[in-house]
């Protein structure tokens, strides 16, 4: 099983400013990478897919990178909105185990 | 726009059958996958498996022995249904559309508890 791991835990962003989440794979997932954004009480709503390609109708301030095992989502100017917990999941394994990072906390500084 | 919508029993007692369905609504039911997924406080999402509209499956190889996914694409829906289940089960189980997840349903809580 592809290991994902998140960093920070918890980050602390002053609206307006850049955020910048990690998200580190136990092995090679190429590009086969997703960032999802949740809200409480809500389901995951998919930001990123293919580790860098935005789905549809998320906002240009949301942007992904990377490949292999080390990826990274930035914000580049939180809006209020933003504040939420941040998942990545990969979806390179054949047979399909498909696995999630614990998460990213985004908080108000 | 596609759209989820999910439903089943929410309070098992332990050793019995969770069984949830979900329904598409809007858009193709040929040309994915359809995924459930699972998400506690503890263990965070949990992919359990997915299912096209054929019916070919793949499934969590931790979970595979207790779960069985199904489709009706005449009704455009699918269904999960997982046996023996314990407090390890309780969680909020979400319904999806193609990999990775683009579309999820609304969840549904499920609480196991004698």
């Known amino acids: 099983e592809i290991v994902m791991t998140q960093s920070p835990a918890t980050l602390s962003v002053s609206p307006g400013e850049r955020a910048t989440l990690s998200c580190r794979a136990s092995q090679s997932v190429g590009s086969n990478l997703a960032w999802y954004q949740q809200k409480p009480g809500q389901a995951p709503r998919l930001l990123i897919y293919?580790?860098?390609t935005r789905a549809i109708g998320i906002p240009a301030r949301f942007s992904g990178s990377g490949s292999g095992t080390e990826f990274t989502l930035t914000i580049s100017s939180l809006q209020s909105e933003d504040f939420a917990v941040y998942y990545c999941?990969?979806?390179?394994?054949?047979?399909?185990?498909?696995?999630f990072g614990q998460g990213t906390k985004l908080e108000i500084k | 726009q596609v759209q989820l919508q999910q439903w089943g029993a929410g309070l098992l007692k332990p050793s019995e059958t969770l069984s949830l369905t979900c329904a598409v609504y809007?858009?193709?039911?040929?040309?994915?996958?359809w995924s459930w997924i699972r998400q506690t406080p503890g263990q965070g999402l949990e992919w359990i498996g997915e299912i096209n509209h054929s019916g070919s499956t793949n499934y969590n190889p931790s979970l595979k022995s207790r779960i069985t996914i199904s489709v009706d694409t005449s009704k455009s829906q699918f269904s999960l249904k997982l046996n023996s289940v314990t407090g390890a089960d309780t969680a909020v189980y979400y319904c999806a559309r193609a990999t990775p997840p683009v579309d999820w349903g609304q969840g549904t809580l499920v609480t196991v508890s004698s």
């Open positions: 293919g580790a860098s």
């Open positions: 999941q990969q979806y390179n394994n054949w047979p399909p185990l498909y696995t």
């Open positions: 809007g858009g193709s039911f040929s040309g994915y996958y």
